[in-house]
């Protein structure tokens, strides 16, 4: 086990709700990561926060959106959920302290949206 | 845009035997590229790491190679046993980026 743990494990939503998927990270990590994946794919990178701020995002529009707070805790919020958000939903923990970087990754949310 | 190939399809071999898996890459320069297993339903765990000054990585069974002129990686698991089957994922990241470009990963089943 790796010390990051996400909430809920599952969840069903219908489409144009919204979902907030929580992520706590490994003890003394600064750096949390969000990734989507869909059944059969690998993961895709969604954003990563850093000491609180957005640092890096992929190609997801703004309807997916995060937090991060002093404890290094995350929120993965999406809005007007579409069928294609099915997902299984990773936040991965790290600590920034060079060039590389580990990441420890979390069990997941699966996401179902009908 | 970057692109990360591995064999879709699933790769079954006998208990004892290496297992090889491939992961090619286009339209990147990765400053490391790494190694994955994810069990279903699991997040994915981190295997091995190679530099891209690094040709080759050992850590007890298994070996990465990294070959930045193919854009090739190869991963092998040798005696395989039936605990080794899982999806294996190959992930490239560039320099002080963080962010992890994956592939679609190669399930592997080892037979008794």
């Known amino acids: 086990e790796t010390g990051v743990t996400q909430s809920p494990t599952h969840l069903i939503k219908t489409r144009g709700q919204q979902v907030t998927l929580r992520c706590s990270s490994q003890?003394?990590?600064?750096?949390v990561s969000w990734y989507q994946q869909a059944l059969g794919q690998g993961p895709q990178f969604i954003f990563q926060?850093?000491?609180?701020?957005?640092?890096g995002r992929g190609n997801f529009p703004p309807r997916f959106s995060g937090l991060q707070f002093p404890n290094y805790s995350s929120e993965l919020n999406v809005n007007a959920l579409e069928l294609d958000d099915s997902a299984l939903y990773l936040c991965?923990?790290?600590?920034?302290?060079?060039?590389?970087?580990?990441?420890?990754f979390g069990p997941g949310t699966r996401l179902t949206v009908l | 845009s970057q692109k990360i190939e591995q064999n879709s399809e699933a790769l079954n071999i006998q208990e004892g035997k290496t297992a090889t898996l491939t992961c090619n890459y286009t339209n990147y320069s990765p400053a490391y590229l790494q190694w994955y297993r994810q069990d279903p339903g699991r997040g994915p765990v981190f295997l091995l790491l190679i530099r891209e000054n690094e040709k080759e990585k050992r850590k007890e069974r298994l070996k990465v190679t990294f070959d930045t002129t193919l854009k090739q990686s190869l991963f092998h698991i040798t005696a395989s046993q039936p605990a080794d089957s899982a999806t294996y994922l190959c992930?490239?990241?560039?320099?002080?980026?963080?962010?992890?470009?994956f592939g679609t990963g190669t399930r592997l089943q080892v037979f008794p």
């Open positions: 992930a490239l990241e560039g320099y002080n980026t963080d962010k992890l470009i």
């Open positions: 991965a923990s790290s600590l920034k302290q060079g060039a590389y970087n580990e990441q420890f």
């Open positions: 003890s003394g990590h600064n750096t």
């Open positions: 926060y850093y000491r609180e701020e957005e640092n």
